[in-house]
């Protein structure tokens, strides 16, 4: 798991900054953990700190990867 803060949900990508200061944005968040913390909706959650595991998914068809979380936990 990884610590991050959530910044913000815009145009179908959640971002999130890392400790080591990364940005990083993930197209794709496991249905349980939307249910749970609604990123997309409650403004709330911006500037708070989250641990979470996330995947990358390759396209071979096109060359791309799309990020998506597994895991989300509010700390």
Same mark, same amino acid.
């Given at each position: 798991?990884?610590?991050?803060?959530?910044?913000?949900?815009?145009?179908?990508?959640? $971002?999130?900054?890392?400790?080591?200061?990364?940005?990083?944005?993930?197209?794709?968040?496991?249905?349980?953990?939307?249910?749970?913390?609604?990123?997309k909706?409650?403004?709330?959650?911006?500037?708070? $700190?989250?641990?979470? $595991?996330?995947?990358?998914?390759?396209?071979?068809?096109?060359?791309?990867?799309?990020?998506?979380i597994?895991?989300? $936990?509010?700390?």
């Amino acid at each position: 798991m990884k610590t991050a803060v959530f910044k913000s949900y815009q145009d179908g990508y959640y $971002t999130f900054w890392f400790d080591n200061g990364d940005e990083l944005s993930f197209e794709e968040v496991h249905p349980k953990a939307l249910y749970k913390y609604n990123l997309k909706e409650d403004e709330s959650f911006i500037d708070k $700190t989250f641990k979470l $595991t996330y995947s990358e998914v390759f396209d071979d068809l096109d060359d791309s990867v799309i990020y998506r979380i597994e895991s989300l $936990t509010l700390l």
